[in-house]
């Protein structure tokens, strides 16, 4: 009896931590890890219910497959290594397409076309370029392609959990700049108001965002398909003007 007892104790301690939550066992449950913080691709909206771009088409993506949506908040610096050890089955925040992805993860169509964008404070007139990087400090997070792109232009990279605290970062001085991508940037200006940072420059690429599963994984097919489809039907173009008055899916 006492064996029964700890081993329902057990059960009822694992339900209530999540620790069960690695990856579905129902295959009409498709679990999404995401941020939850960066805007207006997955953020916390009103009554704290998630929403964002990203969000919408990852749910209408579901709808195609038949399959109901569950996300998985996550750092970002977390993020792979979570969809690596399937405590999720596809990644959905904005996922930069690059060789190094290209050859780790299975990556789908491209959702978001955009550029990228050089932040700093409003009255720092020393940087416009990639090239005044050199030798400044950029807050980034560290596995992101932003990142990336500030190393290789010689900056020393601070590492942060995401836009809202690079941007903390730099109107405390702490860095010189961060880069992100154009449609947050323009969020975030939108929503605060804030003069005392600027785009100071742009970084002269243009990107394209995907979902990622593991390597191998069918599912990303099947992911394929329900964007052509959603392309199709429209559904990508209203999604889209609904959050940048413009269709960035193309």
Do not use: H
Request: aromatic share 6%; charged share 25%.
């Amino acid at each position: 009896m006492r064996r029964k007892l700890f081993a329902a104790a057990m059960l009822a301690i694992v339900a209530a931590t999540g620790l069960s939550a690695c990856g579905s066992d129902d295959s009409s449950v498709l679990k999404v890890g995401t941020e939850g913080t960066y805007a207006p691709f997955s953020f916390q909206g009103p009554g704290l219910k998630l929403t964002g771009y990203d969000v919408e088409i990852i749910e209408a993506v579901g709808q195609k497959l038949g399959r109901k949506v569950e996300f998985v908040q996550t750092p970002w610096d977390a993020i792979f290594a979570g969809l690596e050890s399937k405590r999720f089955d596809l990644v959905a925040n904005q996922v930069t397409i690059n060789d190094e992805r290209k050859n780790k993860y299975a990556l789908s169509q491209s959702y978001t076309t955009s550029e990228g964008v050089i932040v700093t404070k409003a009255d720092n007139n020393s940087i416009s370029t990639l090239a005044d990087l050199s030798g400044k400090t950029c807050a980034q997070s560290a596995t992101s392609n932003w990142g990336k792109v500030a190393t290789q232009a010689g900056a020393k990279v601070e590492s942060v959990e995401g836009f809202v605290q690079a941007i903390q970062l730099l109107k405390n001085s702490r860095v010189d700049a961060t880069l992100n991508d154009t449609l947050a940037v323009a969020e975030y200006t939108k929503k605060t108001g804030d003069t005392g940072v600027k785009v100071a420059g742009k970084t002269g690429q243009t990107s394209q965002q995907a979902f990622a599963a593991r390597k191998g994984d069918a599912l990303i097919g099947d992911v394929d398909k329900a964007l052509n489809d959603l392309r199709a039907d429209g559904t990508l173009a209203k999604i889209s003007e609904k959050y940048f008055g413009t269709d960035v899916s193309k």
